[in-house]
């Protein structure tokens, strides 16, 4: 079946410093979403990409989307303290109307 | 003010017991989901729905039951055949196609020993 791949699972960073995170899908995905669960909280959605190649910024935030569609990643620049948390990529692909997440990575700052 | 609302946020049963988990949305959504999540473990999905009276099951459905009355509405009974029922269960909704972004609600932490 339809895998969605985050490695690693955790990451530790200094406040300050860029933050990059990567998805991979063992298919070829219709659109690509991002979601993001704070510490004792659900997840709540970022972004949906959907062209290949599509690039998008929400403030210190940077996701893109493969040119072949079954990669994605999350860049954030300058990482503070309000970006902890567990980020969760989801892949669609229209077969089955059913998002596949990956295992998330949970991201730490030191302040 | 619109939502997704799941209750309890506690809840703590003896092993053998079903338990029903509550699952109530106003965004007049037609999709609604039902996700286990465990450490390390990510998203699981175990049951959805796209229309009112009509579901299918998820990656890990045994064990569970789900109905669909209402369209409001998204139960998820927990059987005493689930033998690792202990998690965090969350509910999300959406538009009837999954391309769109979903809801979460704020999940249930459910105990079982």
């Known amino acids: 079946g339809q895998q969605v791949m985050q490695i690693p699972q955790y990451q530790h960073v200094q406040e300050g410093e860029d933050f990059t995170t990567y998805c991979n899908s063992s298919?070829?995905?219709?659109?690509i979403q991002w979601y993001k669960q704070r510490p004792g909280g659900h997840p709540v959605f970022l972004i949906q990409?959907?062209?290949?190649?599509e690039v998008k910024k929400q403030k210190r935030l940077t996701f893109q989307f493969g040119e072949a569609k079954k990669n994605s990643s999350l860049h954030i620049t300058a990482t503070q303290t309000t970006d902890v948390g567990t980020y969760f990529c989801?892949?669609?692909?229209?077969?089955?109307?059913?998002?596949?997440f990956g295992k998330g990575i949970t991201l730490s700052v030191r302040p | 003010d619109g939502g997704i609302t799941q209750s309890p946020k506690y809840l703590f049963r003896k092993e053998g017991q079903n338990v029903t988990l509550s699952c109530e949305q106003n965004?007049?959504?037609?999709?609604m989901y039902w996700y286990r999540q465990d450490p390390g473990q990510g998203l699981r999905l175990i049951y959805y729905?796209?229309?009112?009276?009509?579901?299918q099951k998820g990656d890990i459905a045994e064990g569970y039951s789900v109905s669909r009355e209402k369209k409001e509405s998204f139960p998820l009974t927990v059987t005493s055949a689930q033998k690792n029922p202990t998690a965090f269960y969350l509910c999300?909704?959406?538009?009837?196609?999954?391309?769109?972004?979903?809801?979460f609600g704020p999940g249930t932490r459910l105990t079982v020993t």
């Open positions: 999300a909704s959406s538009t009837r196609e999954a391309t769109y972004e979903q809801y």
């Open positions: 298919t070829t995905l219709s659109n």
């Open positions: 990409l959907v062209k290949s190649g």
């Open positions: 989801a892949g669609y692909t229209g077969a089955n109307s059913k998002l596949t």
């Open positions: 965004l007049n959504h037609d999709a």
């Open positions: 729905s796209q229309i009112v009276n009509d579901f």
